[in-house]
């Protein structure tokens, strides 16, 4: 099955600091998209991007399918940004998450 | 708020019980899908289902079922059980099989004493 690796598994900033997230994946997928799972548990859909670049404020998105890798930046990092950050691809049925990057955004 | 609804949203019960979580989808969306949580580990797929058809399997105990009713809710029953089974159970939605964004209820925690 489809094969979903996260980069790094744990980030710890300071406020204000960018980060990159990565997501690499082993074949190709018919859909890609980035979650923040916040301290309450909640996943939070931040991008659907099965392609191309997107940006939403401080956050963007970009994935090059052909290369089978996504990226997540966030800008000027803020401490509500805290949390684990999940890639999850859509293969032929089901969903397959990353296991997520932990980051933890320091006052 | 995603648009996909999940009870209840907290649950304790005993080592052997059964209980049964609950999803209703985003409206109009007709794939469902059901994932476990454990402490400080990753999303486990479980099962999807499609307009009332089980579509895919994940690892998914015997002592765990589900289904996904006329009306596209969907229950999950978890039987027997055991310490282990803690966890948060999420539940999610997409319009079709594939290809479309998937959206996530707030989750279920289940706590087995």
């Known amino acids: 099955g489809i094969q979903v690796e996260q980069s790094p598994p744990d980030l710890i900033l300071q406020e204000g600091a960018n980060s990159t997230l990565r997501c690499n994946f082993s074949d190709s997928v018919n859909n890609l998209q980035w979650f923040h799972q916040n301290p309450w548990g909640q996943l939070i859909n931040l991008f659907y991007?099965?392609?191309g670049t997107k940006q939403n404020g401080r956050l963007s998105a970009t994935t090059v399918a052909t290369e089978r890798y996504s990226l997540l930046y966030i800008s000027s990092s803020q401490t509500t940004d805290s949390g684990v950050y999940f890639c999850?691809?859509?293969?032929?049925?089901?969903?397959?998450f990353g296991q997520g990057t932990r980051l933890t955004i320091n006052p | 708020d995603s648009g996909v609804t999940q009870t209840p949203k907290h649950l304790i019960t005993a080592t052997g019980q059964r209980v049964t979580l609950r999803c209703s989808p985003r409206s109009g969306d007709l794939s469902v899908y059901w994932y476990q949580q454990s402490l400080d580990q990753g999303l486990q797929f479980l099962i999807q289902y499609y307009n009332g058809e089980e579509r895919a399997k994940g690892n998914i105990l015997e002592r765990f079922s589900a289904q996904q009713f006329p009306d596209l809710h969907s229950e999950l029953n978890l039987s027997s059980l055991e310490l282990g089974d803690s966890a948060l159970y999420f539940c999610?939605?997409?319009?079709?099989?594939?290809?479309?964004?998937?959206?996530f209820g707030q989750g279920t925690r289940l706590t087995v004493v």
């Open positions: 999610a939605s997409s319009a079709h099989l594939g290809g479309t964004e998937a959206f």
């Open positions: 991007i099965p392609s």
């Open positions: 999850e691809i859509q293969g032929a049925q089901k969903l397959v």
